[in-house]
């Protein structure tokens, strides 16, 4: 099974802060990373597929990088509406995992 | 415009069972794998079962294999997770997703004498 295993697990930020999250794969998954978005009593929301592909419709401020182990979610200019818990996926293999998640809070 | 809508969550006592139903529509079921993802209250995201387009690959979490079974009916577009000798910890939201992209909106199972 590959782990994930996401940084930090809360951070707690100002409106217009940058945003960076990382993700590490306990072995290579390429780049079969994708990032989502949960609020609270939603369902997880894709921002970012295959480590750094957009989505249709998610706010430029969101982008991701990484391949191999390592990735990035960086949020430029964080906004209000941000606030929330961010997951990292892999699909590289089953079982799919995720990261623990990243709490973020407006502060 | 795809989309996946679960359905037949509910209150059940432990030892108890359950059918969890996906519907899909949008695009053509047949040609994808499917999966179920649960999160419990407060807590992350857990792969609970895959299967592939045809039935031929089924796959399952330690946690839930020997209680689980996963099907699907692809001439009614349609998933299926029929739960057995639940559990408190099997307390989640199930969601049905066809990939990392395509997922629903999720059905809440509480398992609770």
């Known amino acids: 099974e590959i782990v994930l295993t996401q940084s930090p697990d809360f951070q707690s930020v100002t409106p217009k802060e940058k945003v960076t999250i990382t993700c590490r794969a306990s072995q290579s998954i390429n780049n079969n990373l994708h990032w989502y978005q949960q609020k609270p009593g939603q369902s997880p929301k894709l921002l970012i597929k295959y480590a750094s592909q957009s989505i249709s419709g998610v706010p430029s401020r969101f982008s991701g990088s990484g391949s191999g182990t390592d990735f990035t979610l960086t949020i430029n200019s964080l906004e209000v509406e941000d606030a929330a818990t961010y997951y990292c996926?892999?699909?590289?293999?089953?079982?799919?995992?995720f990261g623990q998640g990243t709490k973020v809070e407006i502060k | 415009e795809v989309q996946l809508v679960e359905s037949g969550g509910g209150l059940v006592k432990p030892g108890g069972s359950l059918r969890l139903s996906c519907a899909a529509s949008?695009?053509?079921?047949?040609?994808?794998?499917m999966n179920w993802v649960r999160q419990a209250p407060g807590k992350g995201l857990e792969w609970v079962s895959s299967i592939s387009s045809s039935s031929r690959y089924i796959y399952y979490a330690d946690s839930v294999r020997g209680r689980f079974t996963i099907s699907r009916d692809n001439a009614n577009n349609s998933l299926y997770l029929q739960m057995n000798s639940l559990r408190a910890e099997d307390t989640a939201v199930y969601y049905c997703?066809?990939?990392?992209?395509?997922w629903g909106r999720g059905t809440l199972v509480t398992v609770s004498s």
């Open positions: 949008g695009f053509t079921l047949s040609s994808y794998s």
């Open positions: 997703a066809r990939d990392h992209a395509y």
């Open positions: 996926h892999q699909s590289s293999s089953l079982p799919w995992t």
